[in-house]
């Protein structure tokens, strides 16, 4: 299905109240209104990317796999011995033991996420993974955009059946049949994700690919044959997979999860992404980047591993032991020294402190730019505050300390709601393209674009943002 033909006659201010009433409300951001249906700042038009940048994130994609294969692998020789211990210590640090089990059992030892969306901060010269989510939100909103914007006659990264087809292809690859039966199950915690992820359902039920549900934990029923899926009507269907839509972290809150995980170590169902607190760890950057793993790395990635590490910015975990005094953080210097201790990153005025504190993962500070710290947008004595205060933290929740890459200035249209007008907004923009991964395959869905104004240090969906999917042209970024 192809887009309609752009009408030249339509204005910029019409092509945005256009996409203002094609696009359901609430689907993202909570409940919109009459007078805003949509909770954030609409563009007349995608947001243009250039080939170039483009085959830089379609080359990204096999890079990320094979990146989250061999972080598996490493995490599985640390923990049988053959790979450095710490590795398995650093990823297993904070949690408790119920969720290091569920995680190294031997039937999901090969499971990886079968969605990948990393954080793309566009720089001056190239771009920078600020982070990787393999839970993420807006699969569905970003369909729903490039359905609006394919009636105004955009063509899109993906084109209209980039997402529904993408995850439609990741969950029969896990479920291993070509019409899978998957329930989506959202907790509370992330109950803004419902819309979007019932929107997705809807259009890949439209399509016939597979049968896919959107429910609550509780509607899940449980069988030592099976796992079921009560719909509202109260029939039940027999699920060959569970899409988990919520944080590890959220785990034992979830009504019935010791029943869910009983179905999928016996095979009764199929788990994705799969319960590996691991694979959800920030500090796999400061893995990747720890000297003393580069040969490891290397020989399991191969030439994707140069290609990582110009892409995943620095990091250090931000451990409170002590180091004998004739050590030093590796790579890590304060004023032109090397640090061996972290006091040394205090007195750092804010033109030398180019970092993020960030919690590492298995938190619910750890999604959302939630517990972030820009290190210098802060007064001495708040950044003093933020350091120490992830230091106290490490033994319940590990917290990292990553270089902060500025993203490039660039200038997108938008349709102002008080002016009734179309506006120029200066800004900064992430580009969030979304991965699906089926076997030893991975294709790329669809990318969003969220532009924040130049003047803000962290970049993610908010109501004075602009976000859109995005398209490609030669004049693009």
């Not at 997108?412 to 800004?427: N, P």
Request: proline share 6%.
């Amino acid at each position: 299905m192809g887009c309609v033909a752009l009408d030249p006659t339509m204005t910029a201010r019409d092509r945005a109240l256009f996409l203002n009433d094609a696009m359901p409300a609430g689907l993202f951001g909570g409940v919109g209104v009459d007078a805003e249906r949509v909770a954030w700042r609409l563009s007349p038009e995608p947001f243009a990317i250039s080939p170039q940048t483009l085959a830089a994130i379609q080359r990204l994609g096999p890079d990320l796999l094979r990146f989250y294969r061999a972080l598996a692998s490493l995490y599985q020789r640390s923990v049988r011995g053959t790979a450095p211990a710490f590795i398995a210590e650093y990823l297993d640090h904070g949690k408790p033991e119920a969720i290091i089990k569920l995680g190294r059992q031997n039937r999901l030892r090969g499971d990886i996420p079968s969605v990948i969306r990393p954080d793309l901060i566009l720089t001056e010269s190239g771009f920078i993974a600020s982070e990787l989510d393999n839970v993420p939100g807006g699969m569905g909103f970003v369909g729903a955009m490039a359905q609006a914007y394919c009636e105004l006659g955009y063509d899109t990264v993906g084109d209209l059946d980039g997402m529904p087809a993408g995850l439609a292809a990741a969950l029969r690859a896990a479920s291993g049949k070509e019409q899978p039966i998957t329930a989506a199950v959202v907790s509370v915690e992330s109950g803004d994700y419902r819309a979007e992820l019932e929107w997705l359902a809807a259009a890949m039920n439209r399509r016939a690919l597979g049968e896919t549900y959107v429910c609550k934990p509780e509607d899940i029923v449980f069988t030592e044959e099976a796992l079921f899926v009560r719909l509202p009507g109260g029939e039940e269907k027999k699920l060959d997979v569970l899409y988990r839509n919520f944080e590890l972290f959220d785990l034992l809150n979830i009504a019935k999860h010791d029943l869910v995980l009983y179905a999928a170590r016996h095979n009764r169902v199929k788990i994705t992404p799969p319960p590996k607190a691991h694979l959800e760890e920030k500090l796999a950057f400061a893995l990747l980047h720890h000297p003393l793993l580069a040969k490891t790395w290397k020989s399991e990635l191969g030439e994707a591993f140069g290609r990582l590490l110009t892409i995943f910015p620095q990091t250090w975990v931000l451990d409170p032991r002590p180091l004998p005094p004739q050590a030093a953080i590796l790579g890590l210097t304060a004023g032109g020294e090397p640090v061996h201790d972290w006091a040394q990153l205090i007195p750092l005025g804010k033109s030398e402190r180019d970092f993020v504190v960030k919690p590492s993962g298995f938190s619910e500070l750890a999604w959302g730019s939630r517990g972030v710290k820009v290190a210098n947008d802060l007064t001495k004595e708040e950044w003093q505050r933020a350091l120490e205060s992830a230091l106290a933290g490490y033994d319940t929740t590990p917290y990292v300390l990553q270089r902060f890459h500025k993203g490039k200035r660039v200038k997108v249209a938008y349709f102002d709601r008080k002016s009734d007008d179309v506006r120029q907004l200066d800004g900064r923009v992430r580009l969030c393209p979304y991965y699906f991964v089926s076997g030893d395959d991975i294709g790329l869905g669809g990318i969003l674009a969220t532009i924040a104004a130049a003047d803000k240090r962290l970049i993610h969906g908010m109501s004075d943002a602009i976000m859109s999917p995005c398209t490609v042209r030669e004049d693009g970024y």
